[in-house]
């Protein structure tokens, strides 16, 4: 009679297989459990939308002062990937990296206030570079590999308006412009509607119009701001010569100016009128609702940091920004959809669920601690976005039958992917 191999009877290379294994198949069941229940979640996606988004071609216009040295940096950094990567796995491990060091710096200067260790402010604007130089090759590893889609411009652009929400605040942070917390607020709110008329303009015109001075250099000049607080942190304090004004206002008010001239910009080809039918949007609809979802978002901020009796704003103002800027990210988000699948905009969305809830909170003196409910706002936010994101791409992905994270490389790159 034998006796079965117990599993120390067994050669370690045996057990080192089939440990892997199980761990495939927990991840595998792991995948299929969360695919289903994405699945199992509303459709926010018709048809016909769908349809739409295959058919979508990426227009732009204009080329940016950098671009042209950057391009070729870009184009040979590409070809360090191997076919087997993902464009979009490429896009959301940077902004995974610039998403962690920005909030890492968000924590350390406590609101904005407080100065850091030169080594965070480093690793943030390194995160921020990792960041623009992924999102800037995914493009060019999708056409080396052959796996261009509607997906990956949905998701390119996404993700830079997670990035600008995160990216902003941390440079606000880095000068420690949080001692000045309407001033922050200004900068950050305007940055915020300066890309958000981005959109609105393409949502209108059909195509993306790119200035001398637009997404490259801003993110150039806040590599700039975290490298010199890398070397001298309490830089920011100190007054310019003969002036008596801090070199910190001095920041915010390139941010408000610039982006005061790129919104002036943008809404002035609005007013030009659309690609669509009497001078309509894309989809066919008014150049002018797009104002509604960012004006009805700016206002409840507004009265939510001006009317608070515990002085959010002041105490929290990273918190406060941040909560307010993810709910920029959705209504963003919803745009560039509605702009590729060249549909309308809805008049209410979920996303204003957490600014509505801290005004009632407010008028009905004040039920929930201020601080306390920041943090439901927040949560709330981020699920409320990464609902939507989620759900999007998995329609999207199940519609053109092809994976998010995972494409079919090549047997050899595709000649000339810059073009």
Known sequence: MTTPNRPFDRSPSALIRDNIQQLKEKRDKLQNNAKEAVRRMPEVLTEQELKRLKEHKYASEGITLFDPFMQEFWKWLVEFCPLWVAPNLLTIVGLALNIGTSVL????????????????????????????????????????????????????????SVSAVFVTIA????????????????????????????HWQTYVSGKLVFGKLDCTEAQFSFITVYMISTLSPSFWSKSIPYLQVEYRILVALLMIGSTVWSSFNNIRLVSRGGCGRNFSSVAGTSIIFPAWPIGLLLFLATIASNYSTSHVLEEHTSLHLLCYGIVFSKITNRLIVAHMSRSSLNKWDTAYIG???????????????????????????????????????????????????RIKPPTEPIKNPQH
């Not at 800037?136 to 652009?157: C, V």
């Not at 880095?174 to 958000?196: I, T």
């Not at 004040?366 to 999007?392: A, G």
Request: glycine share 6%; with cysteine; net charge negative.
């Open 105 to 160: 710096l968000m924590i350390e200067t406590n609101g904005a206030k407080e100065q850091c260790s030169s080594w965070i402010y480093f690793f943030t604007a390194l995160g921020l570079f990792f960041y623009q130089s992924l999102d800037a090759i995914d493009g060019k590893q999708a056409r080396r590999t052959n796996s261009q889609s509607p997906l990956g411009e949905l998701f390119d652009h996404g993700c830079d």
């Open 171 to 198: 440079c606000c942070c880095a000068v420690q412009l949080g001692v000045y917390p309407w001033l922050m607020y200004f900068s950050c709110m305007l940055s915020f509607f300066a890309f958000y008329c981005a």
């Open 355 to 405: 600014p509505l809830a801290v005004c009632i909170n407010q008028y009905f003196n004040l039920l929930i601690d201020e601080h306390v409910f920041l943090w439901f706002f927040l949560l709330y936010s981020l699920y409320d976005l990464l609902r939507y994101n989620v759900k999007v791409c998995q329609e999207l992905c199940d519609f053109l039958g092809i994976h998010c994270f």
